[in-house]
């Protein structure tokens, strides 16, 4: 079993039980599209990922995160190997998790665009840390949107960019999560 759907049953099985016994509607979004950017003044360095997935209970608002780092896809292979080998240490520590709550729950009964706080401990590189971050939900029948946008210091995590590489590296890296939830079927 690859890691992904390893990764996919785990976010289902963790859910199941929250979403059994609250009768609460479970929401999954699978193919997460993250965005990692560094602006520096010497260089822009982006990469991407759309493997991203996620589990949200609209009863108790309880939302789960996992990425794995090295799905993250960078303009040239070296920036991936350096990200992967010496940054991030992918090796190690595979994958970014987010496990948190939605403070203002929106009314998920009613068709709107939503301004909310997520809450919770973003655990990157081996490190844990307790995150706020306000998001935007876009409500319909059939499925849910959500985006966050926020910042990263990479020495939060214990990620140690050398001295050589400094100019072309920002302290601060900008994440964006972007995801469509469809109700999970039991």
């Not at 609460?24 to 520096?40: C, E, M, R, Y």
């Not at 799905?71 to 992918?90: A, I, Q, V």
């Not at 068709?111 to 306000?134: C, R, S």
């Amino acid at each position: 079993m690859t890691f992904r759907k390893k990764s996919f049953y785990f976010i289902y099985s963790l859910f199941f039980f929250i979403a059994h016994h609250s009768e609460a509607q479970l929401w999954i979004g699978q193919n997460t599209n993250v965005k990692i950017f560094s602006k520096s003044p010497l260089e822009d360095i982006e990469a991407v990922s759309s493997k991203g997935t996620i589990a949200l209970n609209e009863k108790s608002g309880k939302i789960f995160v996992k990425i794995l780092i090295r799905s993250f896809k960078f303009r040239n292979s070296l920036m991936e190997d350096h990200f992967n080998e010496n940054y991030m240490e992918s090796p190690k520590y595979p994958t970014a998790e987010f496990n948190g709550i939605i403070l203002d729950l929106p009314d998920f009964s009613a068709e709107n665009t939503y301004t909310i706080q997520i809450k919770g401990t973003l655990t990157m590189h081996g490190v844990k840390k307790e995150v706020e971050w306000p998001a935007t939900m876009i409500v319909s029948k059939a499925k849910i949107e959500g985006k966050v946008n926020f910042k990263v210091k990479c020495e939060d995590f214990n990620i140690k960019i050398p001295k050589i590489v400094v100019k072309n590296i920002a302290e601060e890296i900008e994440v964006t999560l972007l995801t469509e939830f469809k109700p999970y079927k039991k």
